[in-house]
Structures are given as C-alpha cells and as structure tokens.
C-alpha cells in the first residue's frame, strides 16, 4: 500500500514540477517578446510612451516631433524663468 502512495506522490510531484517549469518557461517567453517589441519600436522611431514625453526614459535622446516640441517648450521656459 505504502507504495501506491509514494508512486502516487512521486506522479504528482512530476505534474507540479512541470507545470512550474513550463509556467517560468511562458513568463520568459513573454518578457523576451516585450523587450524584442520594445527595441524594434525604438528602432523604427515610433513612441514608447504614448505620448507623455516627460516622464519617458528615452527623453533625452527622443528625435521625435512631439518630444522636439516638448523639449522646446520646456527650454524655454527655464530660460524666461517661467
């Protein structure tokens, strides 16, 4: 009987195991996808915030309109004290 129980505990462990293994295996999947996704949108120009220039981390180096503008803008207004 007690090695029913101990091959039963053993099959359930290998289930567990698995399906934490394959679990990790989709988050590293996805996360592999967001920062390929991520890159290609930098190398094609396009925004990564949406829009919000302020609070993005590419800021600086952003060649975009909108962030050329906001930079502008916001230059300006160190300048005049505003």
Same mark, same amino acid.
């Given at each position: 009987? #007690?090695?029913?129980?101990? @091959? #039963?505990?053993? !099959? =359930? /462990? %290998?289930?567990? $195991? ?7 295996? *989709?988050?590293? &999947?996805?996360?592999?996808?967001? %920062?390929?996704? =991520? $890159?290609?949108? *930098? !190398? @094609?120009?396009?925004?990564?915030? /949406?829009?919000?220039? /302020?609070?993005?981390?590419? %800021? @600086?180096?952003?060649?975009?309109? /909108? ?7 916001? #230059?300006? $207004? &160190?300048?005049?004290?505003?």
């Amino acid at each position: 009987m #007690s090695g029913l129980l101990g @091959e #039963s505990h053993a !099959r =359930r /462990r %290998f289930v567990v $195991r698995a399906l934490r293994g394959a679990c990790l295996g *989709l988050l590293a &999947i996805g996360g592999g996808a967001a %920062f390929v996704k =991520r $890159r290609k949108l *930098l !190398r @094609e120009g396009k925004c990564l915030n /949406r829009g919000m220039c /302020r609070g993005c981390a590419v %800021f @600086e180096d952003c060649g975009l309109p /909108r962030a050329l503008s906001t930079r502008s803008v916001l #230059s300006s $207004r &160190i300048r005049h004290g505003g």
